[in-house]
């Protein structure tokens, strides 16, 4: 796969190990690259470890009493394996955790000022914030009200925008259309694919709608059971046929009424 | 509010659960409003609509959690306005939360056997004299949970904590401690939620057997059109509070108003 | 070694829900249960005397404590004044005339009664709150303790209590004392880990857990937080009355200060939230510790011939009281009970390392 | 009706009771940034007292020079509090926090007193205790001096959660994680919380000090902070200036007319049915935050 | 040899509340046993002074008493009153003496029903009833206009004299007024601003330590006249320090020690032992009055000890112990306390005290030793030990 990609990648994970709690193995052996510029898709069922994997890029581990217990994380050339989160963030990754962590007694406006880092001036933070708020109209209107009483979608949006005012190269999001109406999933991801094509900035997606997140990415990774078990690019992937019966589905039609109640174990865990 | 008595309807003869003029408003905001529908026996009842439309708040007037301002909610021709949920629960409805509410302080079994807290009688003398009291209850109770536990394939996880679960099984478990409680009507707010599409089949399939074999009406929310238009036999279309279409899910998919509200170019 | 998993098969229901499913577990608790009978024959006087029985007693109470707290997720900090009611009303009813065996209940349900008034601060607030709640319904206690000479006997707040009486038996001796709090103590932990595997225990930490989601399971938050109040202050009570029966011989409103009801708290919280191994050991470490330091930093202090401040002596004790209830949360948060266990599941698949399905 | 002695009464309190906010302006401040409960803030309050003590009366330092130093010291030992003791504990369950702070508070107690030893001594501010008048009202100027310092401290930390920093600890207080994620740094953010906090602490030990007496008695206002504390919202600075001085004034003219009624000692009953009933009322105080919980 | 030493438990509160006064009682009774072994003993037999910390705590008091029970004490004192409550009944039960000087029960000088408890030394109610006497005897002789406050901790130990109070007051036909300040008496603002609306002659003070020095401060707010204001007996060199030596002047005292380092057995402490250095403790402490309270307590329990052995003999017993300090006559310790008459239905030896006033330096006696109103003080005594009994 190497031989795809042209230039040095920004991100690359090497044979990655995580342990939580010291004994719980949650990933075993995780390898992926970011290109430079391009969006990444990650796969995979329930517990597959997809934000085990984003947890430990973004140094976000420790909080949750885990660690990475072999293999290295490159960033831009330099090892961050062992570095703080927020020193990673200062480096330009950031990380948007599934689940719309927004903080909610704060307004969006000052959500997105908890998030600018300390060197940034007043003027240029208040250039980002009108950047934000020029991707996301929706926000602007619900600036100055508490941002907990914000719909699911529109804090959705928040936290996307949080992660922007950080200036990350690599923006990581976990299933960011997580319980969103398909439509709002439609303009989220449109408005990821603008921002990775207007500012270059490169993509890492966790996503369990597979349809829609292979739309918008060039490659995707595969994890099961705390591997990669597969991975090419976008089309590759949508032309592989486990991955269209157990992620795409067979269109609108699926009739669950046919499922079977054992059904076919996957062809890559066998 | 109307009397307790005198609520029998002629047009919801027969319907397991029926809301009617539902309204409900946290502070200014009308969250929801005008609502009727009729759920009949062994129904699969699909309910969508763009986020904050209401549909959480309308489960939440259903089981008393946030009782309507307006309107009348009946559960087999009972009224059971504003009931507090531990009493909507003992009259048979049960649900599943979007956020997931399991008791991480505990296993998967003990979880699910939770769900049999109103087919058992808990109290301190009994707890003190176990063995004379409620050791015979608890083994009753057991063997019903572990029907359901076969029957949802947890039979490998019954011992372990919720806490360190995959969302997918959690989501199951929670599907079975409100199986066990043996509810006429069973509420699921987006049980598919960050599943891929195979887990969904899962699901979905977990849903028609509980119907099935266990003859459960369900209310169901998702965000998922397959699942909706898959499995339900009819639904129902909300935007800002109000009710914008319902009946059969195919034809409903195609109202206008639904495919800009709601559905939007995309279609999955 | 001792402690096996493998091997050990359930085949039905009732083996399944036992208390202890490992043998060696059964074992062990069988030990110490005869240890318990045994000790006023094997344990000189002073330690049965002035350190058992107290360790007896104070767990019962932590115990009660823990329901609420650990269980019922509670927080509590006006406990000692509850087991004051227990005590007061004892041993009034005592005095009156009243046989101890109903002394006792009439203590316990007075308690209860005045608990559950606790409870219906727990009905509107939680965590922190309810935390400062309680600790203000404390400090309404003490006063009223402390200004009604009616119920604490007098201008000197101190009421004698009668001759422990059980049974038609006056009780008098060491070991007869010994042996009613040792009978108390036992009751108790039976009752907590029946709790442990009944639909009640479920219920308690399920509104621990999310009272919305108990809620619509059929679980009445309301009730059954009244009832952890209740039944918490029964033993709460019973065991204040006790304390002063067997070991004070003498209620006076310092008993039942709010240290000791931070004391309590300290207990259960060292000892492990919910854990009745945790309290047995939190309460050896928090009542026994001071006295211990005291003994090891005054002897060390003249042995080495230092002309150690005795105020300095004095406060020495103290700080590593806050230390070591600092320390144990720093190195176990779910306290002395998850040390415990830790120890346990070690022992339990050694000498191989860890064992994960 | 003795209006004077009323109006007297109700000064006397709403300046008491000033002195009450600089304590509880102390808890505030911590969870206002990290969502604890401080309840070690009388041990800091206690080891603030000390230290300058220590500095003006056992090395000789002018009081000029002994406060600041002070405050370096104290802010030092908030940074030390949260590296040692708190750190660990992020996101653990508010009764094991709670367990926590009172073990420091303990322990805090016990080694200040260990090193200084129970005696009472005294703090000279130089403050004159002859009386102050306005009108007919007799005022304490150390009273005034006291709530001068508070006012001061309230305008500063107002300010202070203007500023991008301030935002920063609000953001911490709501969710660790998500400001792990937006590379805050909750660890700092939280220790700069206990570091300003056991300034404050300091503050108020000096004042409290030279009205009572150095001891350890400066740990009993606890009580009457956490009061002023959880009736002004516990995480409203402003709140805790308003709630100080409304629990003075009525702790003061309400034990005036309580104490004959009851044979004396109503304060601490009032202090403590006013917590119960704001608790019961109004959870989150006059000024405090909601909580958003949602189903 | 061990077995001939002559042990005193000291069960003190030396972490929490009364800190103000164990360390210095503790170091006097550590120096006046050195002095007394130096010297032979008593009667050769060498005194031992135990020193436990019990933090106020009564389940750690009792630890201690049991475990120096075991370690062959029989002779007690605990200096804090809850603890000493809790001990009570088990003393009175295992027959062993306990010395209970100055906090307690009151009315546990009836030595008829405290058999084993020996509160040498005026009760509180003694104190205030001598104090009345004393504010008569300054109003001429008549105390009907006269107006009396009383301003006390709200706690046992400041309510322990309002009873008294009430019986002197319709007595005497004098007005007594109540100012309740809260623990731990920091707060006074308001009792002070009631004061100065009442005018009263005199303020009779049921403080502790720092509660002084803010009345003090409150005095001088409200322009309340320092000489009317009569401090219990526990009011320290500590205290006038931290009120100021010159402000101070003219606040009087009860006591029934005598204050200063001229009392003799003071003197001889200081010129024996810490002139060299080699004094129990801090000389800090020893300038102290609280240091000559020690020593009255001790000097009278050394005093019986001698006693007991010279009459009955050696091993000393509670009960040879018992009959030599009820045989104590007329002990004043060489002029550090005043003269006690200890006897078996009185235990307190006489209650007298005497009123000092400060001048700036020191403590000037105002009257002479002496108890007032043993009569009714005696009533209140009687009637509330009745409700005690050992079962
Ligand atoms: N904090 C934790 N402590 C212990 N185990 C954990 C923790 N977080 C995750 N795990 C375990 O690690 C495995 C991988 O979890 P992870 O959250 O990375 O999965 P995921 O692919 O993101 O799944 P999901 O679709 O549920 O989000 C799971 O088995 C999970 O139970
Ligand atoms: N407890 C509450 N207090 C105030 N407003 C609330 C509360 N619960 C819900 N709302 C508001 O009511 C409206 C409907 O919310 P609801 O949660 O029912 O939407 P939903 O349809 O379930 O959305 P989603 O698909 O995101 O779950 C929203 O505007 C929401 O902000
Ligand atoms: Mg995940
Ligand atoms: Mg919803």
Redo the contacts with the bound molecule.
Sequence with gaps: MQDKVEAQPILSMNSVEVL??NV?L??KGVSVQVPKGEMIALL??????????L?AISGLLKA???RVSRGEIKFEGTDITDMLAQNRVAQGICHVI?GRRVFEHLTPEENLTAAAPSGMSRSALNVEKEKIYNYFPRLAERRNSLSGYLSGGEQQMLAIGRALVTQPKLLML??PSLGLAPFLVAEIFGILQKINKEDGMSVLL?E?NALAALEIVSEGYL?EN?RVVMNGTAEALKANSDIQEFYLGAGEGTDFHNVKHYSRRKRWLS | MTDKRETKSHADDGAILACSGIERRFGGIVAVTGVDFVIHPKEIFGLVGPNGSGKTTLTNAITGFYPPNVGTVRLAGNDITGTAPHKVAKLGVARTFQNLALFNGMSVLDNILLGRHIHMNPGVLRTALYWWAAQREEIENRKVVEEVIEFLQLESIRHEMV??????LKKRVELARALVAEPQMLILDEPMA?MNQEEKGYMSRFILDARAERGVSVLLIEHHMDVIIGICDRMLALNYGEMIASGIPREVVKDPRVIEAYVGGAHD | MFYRLSGVHHANYVSDSRIFKVPADRNLAVFVLLFGLAAPFIVPSLYLNSYMLPWLIWTAAALGLNLVTGWAGQLHLGYAAVMAVGAYASIHAARFGIPWEFALIIGGLASSVIGSLFAFAALRVKGLYLALTTLAMQFVMDWVLTHSPAITGGSHASLQSPTLALLGQDITSDTGYYYVAFGWCVLVTIFMLNLKRTGLGRALVAVREKDFAAAILGVNSFYYKILAFATSSFIAGVSGALLVATFFFLAAPEQFSVAVSIQVLAMVIVGGLGSIIGSYLGVALILLVPGIVNGIVSGGSQSLGMQINVETLAHIPNAVYGALIVIILLIEPLGLGKLYGNIRDYLMVWPFDQLRK | MDWIFLSELAINGALTGLLYSLFAIGLVLIYKASSVPNLAQAGLTMVGAYVVLALARDLGLPLWLAIPIGAVIMFGLGFGIERVALRRLAGRPVVMILMMTLGLDIFLRGTTLAIWGGTSRSMELGVSYDPLFLGDIFISRIHVVGAAVAIGLFVAFMLFFRTRTGIKLRAIADDYMASWSVGISVERGVGLSWALASVVAMAAGVIWGEIQGVDQALSLLLLKGLTVAVLGGLDSILGAVVAGILLGIIENVGADFLDPLVGGGSRELIVAAVLILTVMIRPHGLFGRHDIERV | QSEETIKFGLCFDLSKSYTFVTPQVAQAAQDLAMYTNDNGGIEGHPIEIIVRDHGNEPQRGVECYEQLKRDGVFIFNFMSTPVTNAVLPRAMNDENILMQSFVGRGDAVDGEVFEWVFPVGPTYWQQAANDVAFIKDQLDGDLSDAKIGFIYLDYPFGQEPIEILRTLSEREGFELELYPVPLPGSDQSSAWSSIRRDQPDYVISWLLAGGHVVASKEMRRNRFPIDRYIAVNWFNEVDISNIGAEEATGILRGTNVAGGQEVPIVRLMLDTYYADGNGSGPESLVRDVYYNTGMAMFSTAFEAARIAVAEDGWPLTPESMKTAYESLSGFDGDGVMAPVTVTPEDHGGGGKTRIEQWDGENWVPLTDWSADYLDIVWEVIKESSESFSVE
């Design positions: 939580y709690d719980m949650a990933i995979g069922s329930n517990g597959a470890g997809k934000s085990t994997t947890k949750e009493r885990g599934e976990d299933e966790v369990q994890i705390g | 806490d360190g679960l995959p969302i997918g960050g």
